[in-house]
């Protein structure tokens, strides 16, 4: 039910959801589930929903923030919403999109911090970011960027600091309106964007805690690390600033999505 409304908020919260999108491309959508080992022999699947574009020349992978899912994969027709849907308008360099869903809530219900994004910790999720990168490292044969959002940017954090290796899978990464508590605990050598609203009011994603987040990276990181703010938008009245308004980039998106296209262009000609 939390999912449902969290959904239904976004929607009716931000007009980027409904960007208009060409209908012949947009249905050029393929949904796929990747299979992947855990644990002690354990199995599972990622959902995920696969956007192509022609001459794209590059791979862009949505970890979403919230309990992990915005039920895409779930869709009869999934089309790309809210920061995905600026992305997928042409633009250089055109990109692949890929929208990874869970079938587990990756927030928990009760506990302090650390208990609560636990499930965000764990095998079965880390494994899970894994399976997608290589799935669509093979698949396309093109570099692949992660973008996380909120607590899809602990995702990332997490996925980096499980092992040195994890980074040389991918092109370069983008922290999006990252939590207050996000951190990487390894030395890293690929490209880094901090993606953040210059005055986001969520108590849990303050500007001032993504400074300090980007700092920390830039000391720690031998390739371009940069910092970005997204200035305009606004807030919803009455909304609640963890999903909605400035956080969530609202009437800001095309803004977003020109710095993430940007940075993406300039990680691939260095």
């Known amino acids: 039910m939390r999912r449902l409304v969290l959904i239904a908020l976004l929607l ?5 959801w409904a960007a208009p999108i060409d209908d012949a491309a947009a249905n050029a959508f393929v949904k796929i589930r990747i299979p992947f080992h855990y644990g002690a022999n354990r199995d599972a699947e990622v959902p995920t929903v696969f956007w192509a574009k022609p001459d794209s020349k590059a791979v862009l992978i949505f970890l979403p923030g919230g309990n992990g899912s915005f039920g895409l994969s779930a869709q009869p027709a999934p089309r790309p919403l809210w920061l995905l849907a600026d992305l997928y308008q042409s633009g250089k360099p055109d990109l692949d999109l890929v ?21 965000r910790r764990e095998a079965r999720h880390i494994e899970g970011i894994q399976a997608t990168i290589n799935y669509y490292r093979q698949k396309t044969g093109k570099p692949v960027f992660l973008l996380g959002h909120s607590n899809g940017s602990f995702s990332i954090a997490e996925f980096l600091s499980r092992a040195p290796e994890n980074q040389t899978l991918l092109a370069g990464v983008i922290f999006s309106g990252s ?9 890293l050598s690929i490209p880094v964007l901090v993606l953040h609203h210059r005055s986001d009011p969520n108590r849990w994603t303050t500007p001032g805690n993504a400074e300090k987040f980007f700092s920390t990276l830039k000391q720690n990181n031998a390739s371009v690390t940069k910092l970005a703010w997204v200035e305009g938008g606004k807030d919803v009245p009455g909304g609640d600033p963890t999903h909605s308004g400035r956080h969530m980039y609202f009437e800001a998106t095309p803004e977003a999505a020109i710095t993430v296209r940007s940075f993406i262009g300039q990680s691939m000609a260095n």
């Open 12 to 16: 009716l919260t931000s007009p980027a």
């Open 99 to 119: 929208y990874m869903d869970s079938e587990i809530s990756l927030q928990g219900e009760s506990g302090d911090t650390y208990q609560r994004w636990a499930p």
């Open 179 to 187: 939590r207050n508590e996000t951190e990487v605990k390894q030395k």
